[in-house]
């Protein structure tokens, strides 16, 4: 069986494809044949080290993928061989292979005949934005602003404000991307340069912001805090420049400001079961219709990875790059 796999942490040149002896389905475990799984800014923090857990040693790479039921071990009960499935992050990484062997709790099945490259960023990114945008329970017509707008979990963003009927406000640092979220169903889209605070000013008006989904850190939301509504919401979810999140105490004290720290991970670990199935459940209904979708920059095959993982990791792509086990590769 492929494997990607890296064996030593913060060196990345350490990644190999290797051939390891498949697991079989232990008790409780379903194993998935991989048809595509992304390259996931968390992915790397893995193998550099910068993630919240370590595993053992030569480790396989990749938290989420979708694939087929090839085998179930004794007393799983949602999914059968032959399924489709999504697999979920947990702390065993593996969607990098062409098969992996996780507890059934990390496998949600997918009901719909949707196209696999889709469906493979749905398990995180699709998840995370539909429990970002709870934060505050916004009201029709809100303005939620977010950073690193035209990444792919803002894209996932984007559609499900509007489809809430909320506006966003999209935070990118390059101008080049501005055409096309406005054509995704972005209200207004603002770089953030120099001249940040006074191109907020002029597409807000007098109307403030209600909740603030920040995955960059830094200097940005100290910007944005003028412009936030009294009990407005802040969400980190992650700190891509590598800087702490700023909130004036000002703002931070004055406007009782709410702030929140999301990992998706905690929340797989501890909603109910069916809360998971019915969340999965709703944004695959809506990426078979064809409600919503991510960017797709490329794929490629797993024996292709050092160049996948140069492209995933450079900036400027228009999309994600998602590894396919099948023969569909696209550039
Ligand atoms: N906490 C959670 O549970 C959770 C769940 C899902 C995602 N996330 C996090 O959300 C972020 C986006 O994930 P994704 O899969 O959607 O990413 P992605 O599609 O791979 O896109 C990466 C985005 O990050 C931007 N970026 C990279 N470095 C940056 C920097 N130094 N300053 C500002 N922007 C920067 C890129 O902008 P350019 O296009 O300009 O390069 C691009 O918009 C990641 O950090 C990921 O770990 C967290």
Sequence with gaps: MQSIQFSEYGKADTVRLVEADPARAGSGD??????????????????????PFRPPLPSPAGSEGVGRVVEV?????????????????????????????????????????????????????????????RYGAPEPGSWVAQTAANSGLGAFVIALARRAGLRTLNIVRRPEVADALLDAGADEVVVSDDTFGAQVAEVLGDAEVSLVL????????????????REAHIVSFA???????????????????????????????????????????????????????TPIEATYRLDEHAEAIAHARSTGRDGKIVFVTGPAVTR
Excluded at 36 to 43: R, V
Aim: no cysteine.
């Design 214 to 229: 920040d995955g960059v850190g830094g200097p940005v939301v100290a910007g944005l805090t003028p412009f936030l509504a």
């Design 73 to 133: 071990g004794a007393g799983v009960t949602s999914v059968k061989e032959g399924d489709r499935v999504l697999v979920l992050p947990s702390g065993q990484p593996g969607t990098w292979q062409q098969e992996i062997v996780v507890a059934e709790r990390f496998v949600v099945r997918v009901g719909r005949d949707v196209d696999p490259v889709q469906l493979a960023t749905v398990g995180i990114n699709a998840a995370t934005a539909v429990l970002l945008l």
């Design 30 to 51: 379903v194993k998935v044949a991989i048809e595509a799984a992304p390259l996931n800014p968390s992915d790397f923090m893995l193998i550099d080290g910068r993630y």
């Design 239 to 293: 700190a891509l420049s590598g800087q702490p999140i700023a909130v004036p105490p000002m703002h931070l004290t004055f406007k009782n400001l709410h702030l929140h720290g999301f990992w998706l991970n905690n929340w797989l670990d501890s909603a109910p079961r069916a809360e998971i199935e019915e969340l999965y459940g709703y944004v695959i209904d809506l990426i078979a219709d064809g409600a919503l979708s």
